[in-house]
């Protein structure tokens, strides 16, 4: 890697590209498709699969103003009973078409911060899950968690509804970045959260940070990733800021002046990289870290390692089912969305009975399908024996030529290393994971750069 000249370097990496949670991205999502193919794809899934779950909460105590996501403080605690209402009859309108006690092997809720829901309806809504469908023993039952604002009672109601991870959200430690971005929160805020979580019996604990935010320096993340590696967490994602002012107004209350350039990015990234790795932990795919004995350490290890829309995670499931306003659910067949704020998906699950709360999707091809399984992998494995893969799918040969044209100048650069048809990236390409799966992507051109935050 010509790492001699990163201004050259960034110069021809620096462009907008989808973070590849999913093929063909969010961006392809129209309204062409709807509730109907929703249904459809619901009663398709086999009876035995298991499936993974996921529910979404939009909604936090504060606002942070780095957040990409589509969140609200909602003050009443009435309305948001009332949203964990419309959760539960999601999941009726969902099991009505799924059938009852389908498996359930991973079960995730997100947000926003899901704990802002009133104990008693999170009781309720895990309730319903359980008479729905059947939780495997083994499950992942996790939750995102703000450690600034966990009331007190959660830890030990959230060991007794079954869950067994937890994902934290702190982002960076260093104070003045913290008031930049309107999140204050103490390193001992961590500390205590994660004693408490862990006390309760909830021992896998996940933590967030973001590099790229304003006033972030390479020594400021890397105390960062040290201080927070030293309170030892099982897993870590390391998020660049994603900063995409047109959809989150919100970011513009930033000191936008002091958002780092492109080559700060790429060395922040790499600091906190080295600070990590150097704590024993294992880098997983293009962002996540991994304690060895995690579950996603050893998934990353032996090829079984998958992507969903939260990132990396363990479940094989090919079925996820979102629940909640702006969720997405993904099936063989294609993804579908719901109505993105809380208001919208209110509106519609209260027009029309039993009609499922969906807005947009896509429907995938056989192109779509082999290209997403290429992609998934090439983001958790990093390498990919194209020749197999090929012969597997019964596909022509040189069926990716072009696309593997596309590689010629990260080959160059050293981030990829072909040999045959044996595509393999090198640790100094992890960074560049996007630009390798963007040149198996035959939807990028038609998409519009804005609606992706950079790739670097
Ligand atoms: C739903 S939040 C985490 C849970 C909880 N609400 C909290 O903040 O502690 C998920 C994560 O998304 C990441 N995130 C939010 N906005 C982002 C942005 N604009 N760019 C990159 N990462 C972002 C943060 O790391 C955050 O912890
Ligand atoms: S980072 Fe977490 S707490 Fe902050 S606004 Fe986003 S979802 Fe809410």
């Known amino acids: 890697m010509n790492v001699a000249d990163p201004a050259a370097l960034v110069a021809r990496y620096a462009r907008n590209l989808p973070r590849y949670t999913s093929y063909p991205t969010a961006a392809q999502f129209t309204d062409a498709v709807g509730p109907d193919d929703a249904r459809d794809w619901l009663r398709a899934v086999p009876a035995g699969d298991a499936l993974s779950l996921y529910l979404h909460v939009p909604f936090c105590d504060t606002l942070c103003r780095f957040c990409g996501c589509n969140t609200a403080v909602l003050r009443s605690a009435d309305a948001r009973a009332a949203y964990a209402a419309l959760l539960i009859e999601e999941l009726r309108r969902v ?16 947000g926003g911060t899901p704990t802002t829901l009133p104990v008693g309806t999170l009781r309720q809504v895990m309730q319903t899950i359980r008479n729905s469908f059947t939780l495997l023993p083994d499950a992942e039952i996790s939750i995102e968690i703000d450690p600034r604002h966990l009331p007190a009672q959660y830890p030990a109601v959230l060991h007794e509804l079954g869950f067994n991870r937890a994902s934290l959200g702190v982002q960076d ?50 105390d960062t990733a040290t201080a927070i590696a030293a309170l030892s967490p099982d897993r870590l994602a390391v998020f660049g800021y994603a900063h995409v002012p047109w959809k ?23 600091a906190i990289n080295d600070a990590l790795c150097a704590a024993g932990y294992l880098p997983v795919g293009l962002d996540h870290y991994s304690h060895h004995a995690d579950p996603m350490g050893i998934a990353a290890r032996n090829g079984t390692l998958h992507r969903n829309f939260q990132g990396y995670t363990t479940d094989p499931a090919t079925t996820l089912i979102g629940v909640g306003a702006s969720a997405i659910s993904s099936f063989p067949q294609g993804m579908t969305q719901n109505a993105v704020s809380a208001a919208a998906y209110a509106r519609l699950m209260g027009e029309t009975p039993d009609r499922l709360p969906v807005v947009r999707g896509v429907r995938r091809t056989d192109d779509d399908r082999v290209r997403a399984e290429l992609i998934e992998r090439l983001m958790c494995d990093m390498e990919i024996d194209l020749g197999a ?11 990716f030529s072009d696309d593997m044209r596309k590689l010629s100048g990260l080959e160059t650069d050293g981030f990829v290393i072909i040999s045959g048809q044996r595509l393999h990236v090198t640790e100094a390409g992890r960074a560049f994971l996007r630009h390798v799966a963007a040149a198996f992507d035959h939807h990028l051109e038609m998409d519009m750069p804005q609606r992706h935050a950079s790739g670097i």
């Open 248 to 270: 989150q107004k919100r970011q513009n209350l930033m000191p936008t002046g002091e958002l780092p350039d492109a080559i700060a990015r790429f060395e922040q990234r790499a």
């Open 95 to 110: 099991t009505e078409q799924l059938g009852a006690g389908h498996p359930v092997s991973h079960l995730q809720w997100g």
């Open 389 to 399: 893969f090929i012969a597997r799918h019964g596909l022509r040969a040189g069926y």
């Open 173 to 222: 430690i260093d104070p003045t970045v913290q008031e930049a971005c309107g999140r204050i929160q103490s390193l001992e805020q961590t500390r205590t959260c994660i004693d408490a979580l862990r006390g309760a019996g909830i021992r896998a604990i996940n933590i967030d940070l973001i590099y790229g935010l304003p006033r972030q320096s390479v020594r400021g993340v890397r």
